[in-house]
């Protein structure tokens, strides 16, 4: 049984929000960029393959697409079993690979489930369940000067759109 | 009335740089292509294979979704055909009851695969197939197509 334990931690979780998706045209990967909640300004960044970061795009953008996608089926799945997604918590990173788990409850009971963070996000956004990272993998995440970075990618993304 | 149908193979189809799905009866005469997206291909093609990735892939996550609280799947069935389009049917037990929930056929097969359960076809999408359209598939059809989803 996985059921939840009462966390004691010292650190508490940091919540995090989706704030935009970027495209890395050179790569075919998408970038995830989250921010913190109680400060704005510091990001944390995942990297996604293509057709995951747009499943998370699909749900930022409120945008319907005319056929379920599969986050779509799985929210579906809860609503008709009554299964409801409680949180997401990007919980581990090993070498440049973040994982994550799903809470999801039902009845009052929890259950626990292993996720990449890309499906993690995906269902969080379409179920209003709040993301969460633990103090230890913000510590760890990547970059240094990410605001630099995410600038100069957003000026090149932005400069080949406007080359007609 | 519906018809168990067996997933035969993947294809490429080049013409519309997408993927057949090939699904085809026990006794060989009824075959179905359902044209999919290149991560859905992908799913489907590492549960055929029986790869377990490093990572849960999202019909893994799926499947985990559902066995952490011990909803089984029962079937999938493809129940339509409109305008090109297939759609899904998903059958599940959970405490008892029994649910119905829709899908792209994508997405069933994929998790019918991970879950060991049946596919259906309704026969009225048998029937719309037009077996013209098959017959041209077929003769275009070479042996080498037949799992060529790495490249």
């Known amino acids: ?164 | 009335m519906i018809t168990q149908m067996q997933v035969k193979g993947l294809m490429f189809d080049p013409y519309n740089n997408a993927y057949i799905v090939i699904l085809r009866d026990d006794d060989q005469s009824d075959m179905l292509p359902i044209w999919v997206g290149k991560s859905e291909a992908s799913s489907i093609s590492l549960a055929i294979e029986n790869v377990a990735p490093p990572r849960p892939m999202t019909h893994d996550f799926m499947k985990s979704y559902l066995d952490a609280f011990n909803a089984k799947v029962i079937s999938v069935v493809i129940t339509d055909l409109n305008e090109h389009i297939y759609f899904a049917k998903i059958h599940l037990t959970y405490a008892d009851s029994e649910y119905t929930v829709d899908s792209r056929p994508s997405d069933a097969i994929a998790l019918a695969l991970r879950t060991q359960a049946p596919i259906f076809a309704s026969e009225s999408v048998i029937r719309k197939q037009s077996s013209e359209e098959l017959d041209q598939w077929l003769e275009n059809l070479k042996p080498e197509d037949f799992g060529k989803l790495d490249s």
Request: hydrophobic share 40%; charged share 25%.
């Open chain 1, 1 to 164: 049984m996985m059921e939840e334990h009462a966390t004691q931690t010292t650190h508490p979780l940091i919540q995090l929000v989706i704030n935009r998706v970027v495209e890395d045209s050179t790569t075919d990967t998408r970038i995830v960029v989250l921010t913190r909640t109680d400060d704005e300004s510091e990001h944390f960044m995942v990297w996604v393959g293509a057709s995951e970061g747009d499943a998370i795009r699909c749900a930022l953008d409120t945008s319907t697409t005319p056929r379920p996608m599969s986050h779509d089926l799985i929210k579906s799945f809860g609503e008709h079993l009554g299964i409801k997604m409680e949180r997401a918590v990007l919980t581990d990173v090993k070498s440049s690979t973040y994982y994550a788990t799903v809470f999801l409850e039902n009845k009052g009971v929890v259950r626990t489930i292993d996720a990449r963070p890309s499906d993690a996000m995906a269902l969080a956004l379409r179920c209003q369940a709040p993301i969460y990272v633990t103090h230890d993998v913000w510590q760890r995440r990547s970059g240094q000067n990410l605001d630099a970075w995410l600038s100069k990618l957003e000026t090149k993304n932005i400069g080949a759109q406007e080359e007609v």
